[in-house]
């Protein structure tokens, strides 16, 4: 079981940046990725960026450019700096954990972030 909590969401005016945080409640040995993902009200989640336990990253296409992930694997914990924010990037983000083995996926409990123009 992990536990994943997520941090640093808010509102920021268009062009600022923000950075999200999540921890996971235990050792990131195993997990095999871990990532962001978002939704904004009446769409679909959508792939933000993930990274792997080996560090390969991958990015949605929207935010291509301007996030950027990074893995603490010493504090279990994923970071996603936000750049050069826009109106369309108001959603709830979401962090989660991969553990291939044993097909499970986690997920946090979201924080909210709003982009005004």
């Known amino acids: 079981q992990v536990q994943l909590v997520e941090s640093g969401g808010g509102l920021v005016q268009a062009g600022g940046s923000l950075r999200l945080s999540c921890a996971a409640s235990?050792?990131?040995?195993?997990?095999?990725?871990m990532g962001w993902y978002r939704q904004a009200p009446g769409n679909q989640r959508e792939l933000v960026a993930t990274?792997?336990?080996?560090?390969?990253?991958n990015y949605g296409d929207p935010v291509k450019g301007r996030f950027t992930i990074s893995r603490d694997n010493a504090k279990n914990t994923v970071y996603l700096q936000m750049n050069s924010l826009k109106p369309e990037d108001t959603a709830v983000y979401y962090c989660?954990?991969?553990?291939?083995?044993?097909?499970?996926?986690?997920w946090g409990q979201g924080t909210q972030v709003t982009v005004s123009s």
């Open positions: 989660n954990a991969v553990i291939t083995i044993i097909s499970k996926t986690y």
């Open positions: 235990r050792s990131a040995f195993g997990i095999n990725s």
């Open positions: 990274i792997t336990s080996g560090g390969r990253m």
